[in-house]
C-alpha cells in the first residue's frame, strides 16, 4: 500500500495544471464577427454574443446581443465593445468573419492583422463578402431557421463547400494567400433577399493584391471553377444546354454528377513569354436527361462530346474574368516563380498576368447513364 501511494505521489509530480484555463461563465463569447467601411476612414465593427438564460427547471433560454461601434482599428473597436458588455471579450470561437463590400475593396489584411496576431483567435473560421450590402445587415438580420447568425451563415458555407461551389478555405490558409506573391484568392459571398429574411451564396469574389477586384465567378459557374483549381467536395453536380432544337426547352439539357476529376497545369517559357495549358479530365454518371434514347448506340459518347466542348468554352470565359480581374487563382505567378526564377525577376507579373495565355481544356467521359437504360 505504501509503494502504491509513492508511485501515485510521484506520478502526480509530473502532471501539468490548467494553467491558462478561462472559465465561460466570465467571458462573452462572439460568434459572428462584421467589418463594414465608415465615415473618415474609420470602420464600423458589428459583433454577435449569445447569451444562455438559466431556468430553475428544463432548459435555459438563449437571447442574442448584437452590438456595433466605430473605431479606427479592428482593435480599438473590440475595446469598445468590451467597455459595452459584462464580462470580457473572447474571440476564440468566432466561426464567420464578415466583410461588407466597400471595405472589402480595400485591402483587408489591417482588419485581420489582429486575429492573426491573438493567440486566442479561432483561426478556422470562414471569411465571407456581403453583396450589395453590408456585413451590420448580415449580422442583424432577422434570419428564420437558426437561433445564431454564427450557425446559419457557416453551415450555408458549409453547404456551398460540400456541393463544389467554394473552397473552404478559413483564415488560416487564406494568410499565405494573402502574403504570398504569385497568387490570389476567392471568397464567398453573400446576398441579402426577401427583405432581410434569408441569405444566399451568389459566387465566389475575385481577390487580387489583399483587395477585392469587384468581380465575381457567379453560383452557376462556381462548380467548373472550382474544379478547375482541382477542388471537389462531397457532391460536384453539373447542368449543361447540350441541345438547341427540341421542341421542349427543359430537353436540350442534363446533368451530371462527376466520379473524378483530374486536373494538370503545365507552364511553359520561351523566352520570358509564359503560356498555361489546362487540362481537366472528368467521369461523369448521367444523373438527369429528359430526352432520354440513350439505349441508341452512340447517342453516350455523343453526349461526352457535346459536354466536353461546353466546358471547355465555360471554362475559357472562366479564364477570361480572372485575367480581366487580375486574380491568379491557379498560382500561376507562384510556380513562374519555382520554376522559371529569371523570367520572374525580369517580369512585372502584375502587368504580365492578365496578358498571358490561358488554354483551358475539359474533356468528359461518361461512365454512367442511369438504370432505366
Known amino acids: 500500500m505504501r509503494r502504491y501511494l509513492i508511485v501515485v505521489m510521484t506520478g502526480l509530480l509530473f502532471l501539468t495544471g490548467c494553467w491558462d484555463e478561462k472559465q465561460f461563465k466570465n467571458v462573452k ?34 437571447s442574442l446581443q448584437i452590438l456595433s461601434t466605430s473605431a479606427q482599428t479592428p482593435l480599438q473597436a473590440r475595446n469598445k465593445i468590451d467597455l459595452m458588455i459584462s464580462e470580457s471579450y473572447d474571440p476564440s470561437k468566432v466561426k464567420v468573419v464578415v466583410l461588407g463590400e466597400d471595405l472589402a475593396k480595400k485591402n483587408i489584411y489591417p482588419i485581420l492583422d489582429d486575429m492573426y496576431r491573438n493567440s486566442r483567435s479561432n483561426l478556422n473560421a470562414y471569411l465571407a463578402v456581403v453583396e450589395e450590402g453590408t456585413a451590420q ?77 469587384g468581380e465575381k465567378i457567379d453560383a452557376e459557374q462556381t462548380t467548373l471553377y472550382m474544379l478547375l483549381q482541382g477542388v471537389k467536395g462531397r457532391v460536384a453536380r453539373l447542368t449543361e444546354k447540350i ?37 481537366l479530365d472528368m467521369k461523369v454518371k448521367i444523373v438527369e436527361y429528359p430526352s432520354d434514347h440513350l439505349y441508341v448506340k452512340g447517342k453516350v459518347e455523343e453526349i461526352g462530346k457535346k459536354l466536353s466542348e461546353t466546358l471547355t468554352e465555360e471554362s475559357v470565359d472562366i479564364v477570361s474574368q480572372l485575367q480581366e480581374a487580375n486574380s491568379d487563382i491557379f498560382g500561376i505567378g507562384r510556380r513562374v516563380k519555382a520554376y522559371h526564377p529569371d523570367a520572374w525577376e525580369k517580369m512585372d507579373w502584375e502587368e504580365k498576368y492578365p496578358e498571358i495565355s490561358i488554354k483551358p481544356s475539359v474533356k468528359v467521359e461518361v461512365i454512367q447513364h442511369g438504370i432505366i437504360n
Not at 258 to 264: F, G, I, P
Open 137 to 213: 445587415d448580415v449580422i442583424s438580420m432577422n434570419h428564420a431557421g437558426a437561433t445564431r447568425i454564427s450557425n446559419y451563415v457557416s453551415g450555408l458555407l458549409e453547404a456551398a463547400v460540400s456541393s463544389t461551389h467554394a473552397t473552404g478555405e478559413n483564415l488560416q490558409l487564406l494568410c499565405a494567400e494573402l502574403l504570398e506573391p504569385g497568387i490570389d484568392f476567392s471568397v464567398p459571398m453573400l446576398k441579402i433577399e426577401d427583405e432581410g429574411n434569408l441569405l444566399t451564396f451568389s459566387g465566389m469574389g475575385l481577390f487580387h493584391d489583399k483587395a477585392y477586384t
Open 243 to 279: 441541345d438547341d432544337n427540341k421542341k421542349e426547352e427543359i430537353l436540350d439539357y442534363v446533368t451530371v454528377n462527376v466520379a473524378e476529376n483530374d486536373r494538370k497545369m503545365k507552364i511553359e517559357n520561351n523566352d520570358g513569354e509564359i503560356s498555361v495549358t489546362i487540362n
Open 29 to 62: 463569447l462572439v460568434l459572428s464577427l462584421g467589418f463594414d467601411q465608415g465615415d473618415e476612414g474609420q470602420i464600423i465593427q458589428t459583433v454577435s454574443i449569445p447569451t444562455v438564460n438559466r431556468a430553475t427547471e428544463g432548459p435555459g433560454s438563449e
